[in-house]
């Protein structure tokens, strides 16, 4: 899964850290926001990474959690979902908009393709075919609310991304993006 390769979504030990992550974001949401010291704790085991003083505002969904890295004195704000099946990296001093969307899994576009054939369906076995690919958003970057990355896209250091883009490209660094589909307006 992680190198890219079609896996089953309902594999045993996909499942088992599905359910664990799950328990986790709902002991996290349940969490007074005062608490600072036990949410943070819950994130140190939820994700791969929790950097100092990283503030994620529930309700905040993800796959596993265990693939999603996030530098320090980011902010995550409310209604977000990253879909880790292949990893999340987020740089330092980052701000990621209310409603975002990091989705790094992805299927074929043909139905053919995508839909395993009932003949060919084993009990326990996903019937779509799932392959993932990294998304990774620099140092100082700014994802404006509704903001939706699209899986295998690289956003740059101290880039800006426009409330509402569709980000189906990488963008560099130190400029302002925005539209669906995400283009660069400017250099900042």
């Known amino acids: 899964m992680l190198a890219g390769e079609s896996y089953n979504t309902r594999d045993e030990e996909l499942l088992a850290a599905a359910f664990r992550a799950r328990s986790l974001l709902s002991d996290f949401a349940s969490r007074p926001a005062t608490d600072v010291v036990?949410?943070?704790?819950?994130?140190?085991?939820?994700?791969?990474?929790?950097?100092?003083?990283?503030?994620?505002?529930?309700?905040?969904?993800?796959?596993?959690?265990?693939?999603?890295?996030?530098?320090?004195?980011?902010?995550?704000?409310?209604?977000?979902?990253?879909?880790?099946?292949?990893?999340?990296r987020i740089g330092a001093n980052s701000l990621i908009g209310p409603a975002v969307q990091l989705l790094t899994a992805s299927h074929p576009l043909r139905a053919a393709d995508r839909i395993v054939p009932m003949h060919k369906r084993a009990t326990g076995r996903s019937p779509y075919n799932t392959h993932a690919l990294p998304i990774r958003i620099g140092d100082n970057v700014w994802l404006g609310g509704g903001t939706i990355v699209l899986p295998g896209i690289t956003i740059g250091d101290n880039a800006t991304i426009g409330a509402g883009s569709v980000v189906t490209k990488d963008i560099p660094a130190d400029v302002l993006a925005?539209?669906?589909?995400?283009?660069?307006?400017?250099s900042l």
Do not use: K
């Not at 994620?56 to 980011?74: A, H």
């Not at 925005?178 to 400017?186: E, Y």
């Open 38 to 88: 036990e949410r943070h704790a819950i994130l140190e085991q939820l994700l791969g990474e929790a950097g100092e003083e990283i503030w994620i505002e529930p309700p905040f969904f993800c796959d596993y959690g265990m693939n999603i890295y996030i530098g320090s004195q980011t902010f995550v704000n409310a209604n977000c979902v990253f879909l880790d099946a292949a990893e999340i």
């Open 178 to 186: 925005f539209g669906n589909p995400c283009r660069v307006q400017r």
